[in-house]
Nanobody, 129 residues
Framework: VQLQASGGGLVQSGGSLRLSCLGS????????IGWFRQAPGKEREFVAH????????????SYADSVKGRFTISRDNAKNTVDLQMNSLRPEDTAVYYC???????????????????WGQGTLVTVSS
C-alpha cells in the first residue's frame, strides 16, 4: 500500500481542519492506520490510530491525550481513505502531519512509530494565535 496525506493549511486558533489519508494498492482495509505529527525541533509523536473493521464493528481507535475530545479519526474502506477531523485547534497543534500504515497483526503498540512500515509524505498544519 502507498499513502498520500492531504488537507493541511493555515487556520486560526479555535478553527477546524480535516486531513485525509488516501491509500493506493490492494487490501487497504487490512491495514491499521495511524496519524502522527512532527513539530519543528521535536520528535515525531502519535496523534491517533484506527484499526481494521471486523464484521459490523468499526475498527478500534485511540488518541493522544493532547488531542482527545478535539480530534476524530475515521475510515472509509470503500474510498481507501482515513480522515482526521481536527476541531478547536491550538497553536501547539502546528506540525507536519503524517499518516502511516501497518498490516493487521504486525503490532498492537499503535502509538509507536516503529510499528508502522509505510508512511505518507506529510501535510503541514499551521495554527495561528
Amino acid at each position: 500500500v502507498q499513502l498520500q496525506a492531504s488537507g493541511g493549511g493555515l487556520v486560526q486558533s479555535g478553527g477546524s481542519l480535516r486531513l485525509s489519508c488516501l491509500g493506493s494498492g490492494r487490501a487497504f482495509s487490512e491495514y491499521v492506520i495511524g496519524w502522527f505529527r512532527q513539530a519543528p525541533g521535536k520528535e515525531r509523536e502519535f496523534v491517533a490510530h484506527i484499526g481494521t473493521r471486523i464484521g459490523w464493528s468499526s475498527g478500534s481507535t485511540s488518541y493522544a491525550d493532547s488531542v482527545k475530545g478535539r480530534f476524530t479519526i475515521s475510515r472509509d474502506n470503500a474510498k481507501n481513505t482515513v480522515d482526521l477531523q481536527m476541531n478547536s485547534l491550538r497553536p501547539e497543534d502546528t506540525a507536519v502531519y503524517y499518516c502511516a500504515a501497518q498490516p493487521r497483526g504486525r503490532s498492537q503498540t499503535y502509538s509507536a512509530t516503529g510499528s508502522y512500515n509505510v508512511w505518507g509524505q506529510g501535510t503541514l498544519v499551521t495554527v495561528s494565535s
